[in-house]
T-cell receptor, first 113, second 112 residues
């Protein structure tokens, strides 16, 4: 079974620029998550999708972050404009509503300078 | 979300030693999960616990769901160099579905 695919692996941008990350979940997984992992911390949930609907985006800084999951498959997370404190690894995960099927991608490491 | 406190923050041990780490929560959980994260990769599930008092093993790893439902323990026996990584405990995010709250992790270094 193919894993969760994310791209790009690395991105360096200047503050106030915009950036987008892409995630392709495991085939058939209805639930997709975006997590932010700051260096030295555990992952923190940003947003959860069930198919193409948002289940929870309470921790998403909506003034600068946006996410969509068109057609209930791929997802894109965008930051506009970026701040220095957005430097982190952005992890995408998908699940079939079971903890054992909960799979993370390798993440995108964002550096904002 | 719920606070998860992991200890120790880091461990530096010799190959062959046993390792113990734990996680405590500010609130009751009905599920505890333990993940391992290698550099440059996403977390990988090691063990899932679903009942208070449950003791579950996965090879050299053993985890326990505390009877108070506010803590969990992970033990690694006879450590080997490939055990190096960051170990995270996690529990359900009370707000939504199967989203998770994670601790800050225990960093494990193993010397040959």
């Amino acid at each position: 079974e193919a894993g969760v695919a994310q791209s790009p692996r690395y991105k360096i941008i200047e503050k106030r620029q915009s950036v987008a990350f892409w995630c392709n979940p495991i085939s058939g997984h209805a639930t997709l998550y975006w997590y932010q992992q700051i260096l030295g911390q555990g992952p923190k949930l940003l947003i959860q999708f069930q198919n193409n609907g948002v289940v929870d985006d309470s921790q998403l800084p909506k003034d600068r972050f946006s996410a969509e999951r068109l057609k209930g498959v791929d997802s894109t997370l965008k930051i506009q404009p970026a701040k220095l404190e957005d430097s982190a690894v952005y992890l995408c995960a998908s699940s079939s509503d079971r903890y054992h099927g909960y799979t993370f991608g390798s993440g995108t490491r964002l550096t904002v300078v | 979300g719920q606070q998860l406190n992991q200890s120790p923050q880091s461990m530096f041990i010799q190959e062959g030693e046993d390792v113990s780490m734990n996680c405590t929560s500010s609130s009751i959980f009905n599920t505890w999960l333990w993940y391992k994260q290698d550099p440059g990769e996403g977390p990988v599930l090691l063990i899932a616990l679903y009942k208070a008092g449950e003791l579950t093993s996965n090879g050299r790893l053993t985890a326990q769901f505390g009877i108070t439902r506010k803590d969990s323990f992970l033990n690694i026996s006879a450590s080997i160099p490939s055990d190096v990584g960051i170990y995270f405990c996690a529990g359900p995010n009370s707000n939504s579905g199967y989203a998770l709250n994670f601790g800050k992790g225990t960093s494990l270094l193993v010397t040959p």
